[in-house]
């Protein structure tokens, strides 16, 4: 069974840091390129950034409202995806998903439950 | 910042067929691909490379695209297709990835 686990999430104080977890099983992650997407009460999905495979370069990319404070990396050894957040402001305040890309996965597609960060004072 | 553009609301009656757009500058030469998201849930791919369906999707979800505009249609739209529909795609450097700002779909 393919799973996506997030953790890391909580409350955070504006300008704080806060480490997203994202644990894969079920298929092949070394493989997989992944993003994170997030998604603001009642607001709709915004990419974060994405990683590729370590095999294709493991290039990462991030939307322009958090890059330079966010950074994504993997540990294929883990099986696991990260999303490293400082200098957190309240527009990040949204529940935060891990999925696999679907432009490098033909048609399979996996998200996590997803992960709340809050930030607010 | 590169943008796809979409309906915020479309309406329909059951059984009826309901067409979501979605325009970005990018999309002649970028594939797009359509989430389903229900209340509460996490995103589900109903299209992928503008017109594929994925395995256990029904077939009256369907894509196309043309120049600067991709649309999904549900054909025959059923209650259980109440849902908000996002758009995702590709900037033209192929790096950066997109939502649409989504269509939120009432089948009543």
């Known amino acids: 069974e393919v799973q996506l686990v997030e953790s890391g999430g909580g409350l955070v104080k504006p300008g704080g840091s806060l480490r997203l977890s994202c644990a894969a099983s079920g298929f092949t992650f070394t493989n997989a390129w992944m993003i994170w997407v997030r998604q603001a009460p009642g607001k709709g999905l915004e990419w974060v950034g994405r990683?590729?495979?370590?095999?294709?370069?493991?290039?990462?990319d991030y939307a322009a409202p958090v890059k330079g404070r966010f950074t994504i990396s993997r540990d294929d050894s883990k099986n696991t995806l990260y999303l490293q957040m400082n200098s957190l402001k309240s527009e990040d305040t949204a529940v935060y998903f891990c999925?696999?890309?679907?432009?490098?996965?033909?048609?399979?597609?996996?998200w996590g439950q997803g992960t709340l960060v809050t930030v607010s004072s | 910042s590169y943008e796809l553009t979409q309906p915020p609301s479309v309406s329909v009656s059951p059984g009826q067929t309901a067409r979501i757009t979605c325009s970005g500058d990018a999309l002649p030469k970028k594939y797009a691909y359509w989430y389903q998201q229900k209340s509460g849930q996490a995103p589900v791919l109903v299209i992928y490379?503008?017109?594929k369906r994925p395995s256990g999707i029904p077939e009256r979800f369907s894509g196309s695209s043309s120049g600067t505009m991709a649309t999904l249609t549900i054909t025959g739209a059923q209650v259980e297709d109440e849902a908000d529909y996002y758009c995702f795609s590709t900037d033209s450097s192929g790096n950066h990835r997109v939502f649409g700002g989504g269509t939120k779909l009432t089948v009543l």
């Open positions: 999925t696999t890309d679907p432009s490098t996965m033909g048609g399979v597609n996996y």
């Open positions: 490379e503008d017109s």
């Open positions: 990683i590729e495979s370590k095999s294709d370069g493991g290039t990462t």
